[in-house]
């Protein structure tokens, strides 16, 4: 029998489709197992080698688990929303859902073909109404929410009207945008418009003036990670930063509920940590410093009350409101100009870059403390959203205010004795503080001779005491926006009735995105969504209507805003759960059984994005009796890149002749990236180079002295403009999908990256056919014999079980495949063809070869599939061995070798040694006046 994987990869797949062979329900019975990787956006240029990576490594995981006895739910499903498919559809005018339909099933051939256990009766589409129904539900959820301060979690809104209605804003346990202040009866006296407003100011999700990347080439919001160095990352276009009014969600209320769940969770210290500075909890006090000449005042916060003294300037973000009303006429035109080239630049990119920018606005604040006129500055390494926007400069114990006063000429005034003011030395963190009273300061509040600690708590108190400010806690982690200006994504549950917005109830979800002829905004500069012609709600009816109905009395329009991306990303784990709910997102029996994500694969990318909605997002689920665990993703384990080998051939300057790369110092030559799929072990395919492009058609070649053409290479990121992509379909016609999953995990450990090199491939695929040389000689006659196996026979095979169950659950794959292939050799070196051998070195190596495991696992007599056999267990008595082999030295040189049994005493081995002839020899007839005896090693004579 031949090993044909072309026929038995087909076999096996159909096989697994036909017997629901990865089909999972609950069962009480078993224990859990939820593995998921992060689900793909369907992009019309298909997979490369380099997505599958952490789909195989969760595949291998999985099917090990499921061996091992788990009852393992491994799903799949597609992040279908996305701007790549709306921009084909504005150039092309074909409707999004058509090439995102071609999409997915283009990247459902490719995944099925590399044979991975995904249970496809569980697929989501977040395009899908049946799923966004959801996504919608959850938003009404929010929206009918505040997050309570002093029960730490999400209540009904109706609770904070109560509270209002009887206390008015005193001391308000409620998380909200802007501090209100209302009596009862004032809450009581206002018209529903007004209470609207209130109300808006603490839900969860909510209307509000954001600042945001807008884009005015694509027409809308951009978040964080789409934008480039000032451009968009979907066509290069400008981005601006804009204030719009824009749906929120209050992601900002969950800080320390965040950066407590993360000493919950089995991930990285370092994604931990990104995840800490992100949300960026910073204790401190909130002060008014008021403005010389003006009934204004500046709110700042600090984290260093103490270093109030050394304040010698204020500084302003650009987009603080403060910036107009404190620039003087005279500055107004260079502050001007300052704010439009601010709006350029991100807050990410502002937050990275360190060079000094900024402008006098021409007003000074009063330190309360000292009482000096201090200046009042513009710069764009200040942001709005952190803390009030405008802060206090201490240059000599801050870098960057350090680095501003030197480039501005301004005064740096030190508090710490011995304290160094230079660039590179700042914060001291424990000097003794000396600041001498400054004519005309407060004297009340004196701090010489404390430590920093000291002197930050005693400062604290004092400004609460003498109430110029409150203690306060503040975090970095922003609310998120939620709104963009696409017609591709979930449209909003939300019409408009007199400005104020109304949720649809939830038993009419979903509201169905709309067609529309166009996917530009409006000619009048509204979202996509503004060329529905059907796109009112009949809150009578209560269905979608015709815009012609609007009436505003019984008719009114609908959001034209879609969600963001992430929306339909943050709860997905939990629709898999339960996928085919018509009556809740996950029902309480199966998500109690399922409970989370035991184990989640995906890249580091989304550290600062999806992985901190969801989180937030399944928090929110938990408050609301949805979730049954706060975190959703138990354990995190990033897959590394695998990098693309580039190939590149030698043009001599001026010609179209193409030199060999052991040639190429012979002419002045130029290096051109060349398709990597028309190279074969860095040997160019002559033939496919001059049909690969038109301009090559005529190409002449100076070749090396075996008469090929060697190509140069690099390892770079794969991509399409350097030719390096290698399409997974390519490795999978000519060396099989069973090859293609060992070899990626053979490339190295999966955390790091690595270079692609298909030169490698072939050892893999050479490994396998040794494999199945076990059962078949080259005739294709079965070897298989049901006979015992010996102790080395077993030996071997246990060692690879040891091996495999520690690596697997450690996911050092590529360590595995090492001692596979050790175990594979030295039972091919032992003519190992014995029965009970291979169907246990069948089942380990079935996770990472599952079809060629599958054919074998039929040969050897089996009825069901490989995929419900029982992994083996480990017997250490194979591994112990009978006899040990000892060398034998003189004064500490090695002579000669000995056998001894295992279990042999220091005795006996002493009195064979003695008794040997060869012993005699290097004695010289002396007698040894020592013997040392290492177990298991050496025996040395000492004479």
Not at 221 to 228: K, M, P, Q, R
Request: aromatic residues 12%.
């Amino acid at each position: 029998m031949e090993y044909n994987f072309r026929d038995i990869e087909k076999k096996w797949q159909k096989m697994w489709v036909e017997n629901n062979t990865y089909k999972v329900v609950e069962d009480k019975s078993k224990e859990k197992l939820y593995i998921l990787n992060m689900f793909p956006y369907p992009s019309g240029a298909g997979l490369h080698v380099g997505h599958p990576l952490g789909y195989i490594a969760s595949d291998i995981y999985a099917r090990y688990k499921r061996l091992c006895g788990y009852n393992v739910l491994n799903p799949m499903g597609y992040d279908a929303y996305g701007l790549p498919a709306e921009q084909y559809a504005i150039q092309t005018g074909q409707h999004p859902a058509v090439t995102t339909e071609q999409n997915i099933k283009r990247y459902r051939e490719q995944l099925d073909k590399i044979g991975f256990s995904f249970d496809w009766s569980r697929e989501v589409r977040t395009c899908d109404p049946n799923y966004y129904h959801w996504t919608q539900w959850a938003f009404i959820q929010m929206f009918k929410s505040y997050f309570d301060t002093k029960v730490n979690k999400a209540m009904p809104i109706e609770n904070l009207v109560s509270y209002f209605e009887k206390n008015g804003s005193k001391d308000i346990p409620a998380s909200g945008s802007e501090e209100l202040d209302f009596t009862a009866e004032e809450w009581k006296a206002m018209d529903e418009s007004k209470q609207q407003d209130v109300l808006m100011n603490y839900r969860i999700a909510y209307l509000g003036d954001m600042m945001v990347n807008w884009c005015p080439e694509l027409g809308t919001v951009l978040a964080n990670d789409e934008v480039i160095d000032g451009l968009s990352e979907r066509g290069g276009y400008p981005v601006i930063q804009k204030v719009m009014r824009q749906w929120c969600l209050r992601v900002s209320a969950y800080s320390q509920r965040l950066l407590d769940g993360l000493n919950t969770i089995e991930w990285t210290d370092s994604l931990k940590e990104t995840q800490r500075n992100w949300i960026g909890r910073s204790d401190g006090a909130e002060m008014q410093f008021k403005v010389k000449d003006s009934d204004v005042e500046m709110t700042i916060f600090t984290t260093r009350a103490d270093t109030v003294f050394g304040v010698t300037f204020m500084v302003l973000a650009p987009e603080s409101e403060l910036v107009d009303t404190l620039t003087t006429p005279e500055q107004k035109a260079e502050v001007d100009a300052y704010l439009e080239r601010s709006k350029k630049r991100t807050e990410r990119e502002r937050i990275a870059d360190r060079k000094v920018t900024g402008v006098f606005t021409g007003s000074y604040a009063i330190n309360p403390l000292t009482k000096e006129a201090i200046p009042v500055w513009v710069s764009d390494y200040v942001l709005a959203g952190y803390g009030t926007g405008a802060i206090m400069a201490v240059p000599a114990h801050d870098s960057r205010d350090y680095a501003f006063a030197k480039h501005f000429g301004l005064e740096i005034r030190p508090l710490i004795e011995g304290c160094d003011i230079s660039e590179e030395s700042f914060d001291a963190k424990e000097g003794i503080m000396t600041n001498s009273p400054i004519e005309g300061m407060n004297t009340d509040l004196v701090l010489n001779g404390l430590t920093v600690t000291e002197a930050i708590a005693k400062t604290k108190q004092f400004i609460e005491e003498t109430k110029l400010g409150h203690i306060k806690t503040n975090y970095r982690l922003r609310d998120a926006t939620f709104s963009r200006q696409r017609y591709w994504g979930e449209p909003f549950p939300v019409y408009y009735k007199n400005g104020h917005p109304y949720m649809i109830e939830e038993e009419y979800l979903p509201i169905e995105l709309p067609d529309v002829e166009k996917f530009l905004p409006t000619e009048t500069g509204e979202p996509p969504l503004g060329r529905a012609k059907v796109w009112a709600w009949d809150t009578v009816n209560k269905k979608v209507v015709s815009n012609d109905l609007i009436d505003n009395k019984t008719v009114f329009h609908l959001e034209l805003n879609t969600m963001p991306g992430f929306a339909g990303s943050s709860a997905y784990f939990l629709r898999y759960m339960d996928p085919q709910n018509s009556e809740a997102l996950v029902s309480k029996g199966v998500c109690e059984y399922w409970q989370n994500v035991d184990l989640y694969v995906g890249g580091t990318e989304h550290a600062t994005g999806h992985l901190i909605y969801s989180r937030f997002w399944n928090m929110f689920l938990y408050d609301v009796d949805v979730a049954v665990r706060q975190e959703p993703f138990q354990k995190l384990v990033n897959q590394g890149m695998i990098q693309g080998r580039s190939n590149f051939v030698y043009r001599i300057n001026g010609t179209n002749k193409f030199v060999s790369l052991d040639k190429k110092d012979e002419y002045e030559t130029t290096a051109i990236h060349v398709d990597v799929n028309i190279v074969e072990n860095d040997f160019l395919d002559l033939e496919a180079f001059k049909a690969w492009r038109p301009e090559f058609s005529s190409a002449e070649f100076i070749l090396n002295e075996d008469g090929q053409y060697l190509c140069g290479w690099a390892v770079e990121k794969m991509s399409k403009s350097m030719f390096n992509v290698v399409n997974p379909d390519m490795i999978v016609d000519r060396y099989g999908a069973d090859t293609l999953r060992m070899y990626e995990m053979f490339l190295g450990p999966l955390e790091q990256s690595k270079p692609w090199d298909t030169n490698g491939i072939d050892g893999v695929y050479r490994f396998i056919h040794r494999f199945w040389g076990l059962f078949f000689d080259r005739q294709g006659n079965s070897l298989i014999e049901d006979k015992p196996a010996t102790k080395e026979e077993l030996k071997a095979l246990h060692k690879l079980i040891k091996k495999s169950t520690e690596d697997i659950e450690n996911f050092s794959f590529n360590t595995t495949v090492s001692a596979s292939m050790i175990c594979v050799n030295e039972l091919n070196s032992l003519k190992c063809h014995k029965k009970e051998i291979l169907e246990q070195l069948t089942i380990v190596l079935s996770p990472f070869i599952p079809h060629v495991c599958e054919e074998l696992w039929d040969v050897l007599g089996h009825e069901n599939s490989i995929c419900i056999a029982d992994w083996p267990k480990y017997n250490e008595e194979f591994m112990k061995e009978a006899v040990k082999n000892y060398n034998i030295s003189f004064n500490g040189k090695s002579r000669f070798n000995m056998d001894f049994a295992a279990d042999a005493s220091r005795e006996e081995i002493q009195k064979k040694v003695l008794e040997d002839e060869r012993t005699s020899r290097w004695l010289e007839g002396k007698e040894p006046k020592k013997i040392i005896v290492v177990p298991g090693k050496i025996v040395n004579l000492v004479f």
